[in-house]
């Protein structure tokens, strides 16, 4: 037999060994029912825990259809395997009555898990119900979050759809080494509380060409989070990306290397926002660049609030201690739904310093718009907005 003949047969070979070290676990094998009616938690649950005792690589398979699931909680703290794939088909759908888990934290958690990744699928939270309740000023629970990771690490996350929380659709809190790419987040834009994704005491992440719609921030970056890059981002509805709101401790973790390029805001109210509660803290932002970003009819498209204190509760009369440095705003482009384009309001003890405005060009209304700057220091050059001295 020639060589050309025997190669073919190798990669069969190859491909074959490849399945056989990558057993495949079924959810319906386990008990799963895709009529999206019938409760398949447990279902779910089974096989991860076949998967999790595997000591070779494994895959759990969703097909095709709508699978209820009233919550889950996927522990990796006795997994034998590091390299768990989940490859959903289908759609996963929390109850449509919000009592049932509005309370529970998390609809769908993973915690202390190593070497997860989720392609494909929806995650729907069917949480309009509790929307309406929430804007009717009736009592209703807080609300849960749709995907949530937890002191995990080493965790992709791939072309999945989370739709309609009831709060956050995506948490990363604790965990190192996450790559997020291809994600869609689909809420209304009066959807309250649904923020697209929240990253917390986390390093190491990267949301990648993603689209984020909701009824809050597209994406959030709370306090302890170092080593951040964000790119490719479409976002609208929404409030925008904050880091922030941060300061709210008075020993608070900080903010530091954090990249956001190449994204487009739609009709939001913020574009990049860096906000801190005004009241004592010893936590910072510093290591930012914000870079080759567009703006169409954003209301705030630059703006950092070092006063935020909504109603005025809890920290009136007080200023911010968190310091904020090196935050460079770079190719920044577009339209204000306002006059004030580029609003820099820092705290007046602690006063914002190496602020980088560079080639930013915002008009309002077919003229120029305007900045203010009040507590910060820096250079600006190439800004349109006038009004801004640093």
């Known amino acids: 037999m020639s060589p050309l003949a025997i190669f073919p047969l190798f990669l069969v070979f190859l491909f074959n060994l490849s399945l056989a070290a990558n057993t495949i676990y079924n959810v319906q094998n386990y008990g799963a029912t895709s009529n999206g009616q019938t409760d398949s938690s447990q279902a779910f649950l089974s096989a991860w825990g076949a998967a999790c005792a595997s000591t070779s690589p494994a895959t759990i398979y969703v097909p095709r259809g709508s699978y209820l699931i009233r919550n889950a909680y996927f522990s990796g703290q006795t997994c034998k395997s590091n390299a768990i794939t989940i490859h959903i088909d289908g759609t996963l759908l929390a109850p449509s009555d919000y009592n049932v888990i509005g309370n529970e934290g998390s609809w769908i958690k993973f915690e202390q898990v190593t070497g997860v990744s989720i392609y494909g699928g929806t995650f729907d939270g069917q949480g309009a119900s509790l929307w309406d309740c929430k804007t009717s000023g009736k009592n209703c629970p807080k609300g849960t979050t749709a995907l949530a990771f937890y002191n995990s690490n080493n965790i992709l996350i791939n072309g999945v759809t989370t739709q309609n929380s009831q ?21 209304p834009g009066n959807s309250p509380n649904t923020d697209g994704i929240h990253v917390q005491l986390s390093s190491g992440v990267s949301i990648m060409n993603s689209n984020i719609g909701s009824g809050d921030d597209c994406i959030s970056i709370g306090p302890g989070n170092s080593n951040l890059w964000i790119e490719g981002i479409t976002c609208g509805p929404g409030h925008g990306i904050s880091i922030g709101s941060l300061g709210w401790e008075v020993q608070e973790a900080g903010v530091q290397n ?81 006059e004030i384009a580029v609003k820099l309001d820092c705290s007046k003890t602690n006063p914002c310093t190496g602020i980088t405005l560079e080639d930013v060009n915002l008009s309002y209304k077919d003229g120029r718009a305007e900045a203010s700057c009040v507590n910060a220091g820096g250079r600006a050059s190439g800004l349109q907005p006038s009004g801004c001295a640093l």
């Open 258 to 338: 954090v990249t956001v390029k190449s994204v487009t805001f739609t009709g939001t109210e913020n574009g990049v926002r860096v906000k801190t509660w005004g009241r004592p803290s010893n936590g910072f932002v510093r290591g930012v660049l914000f870079q080759h970003i567009v703006m169409a009819n954003v209301q705030n498209p630059i703006i950092i609030d070092q006063n935020y204190c909504p109603n005025h509760e809890s920290c009136p009369h007080q200023d911010s201690g968190m310091k904020i440095s090196d935050i460079t705003y770079q190719d920044i482009h577009g339209t204000s739904a306002t």
């Open 167 to 187: 709060m956050f659709h995506i948490l990363v809190d604790g965990c190192h080494n996450v790559k997020l790419q291809g994600v869609k987040v689909l809420s």
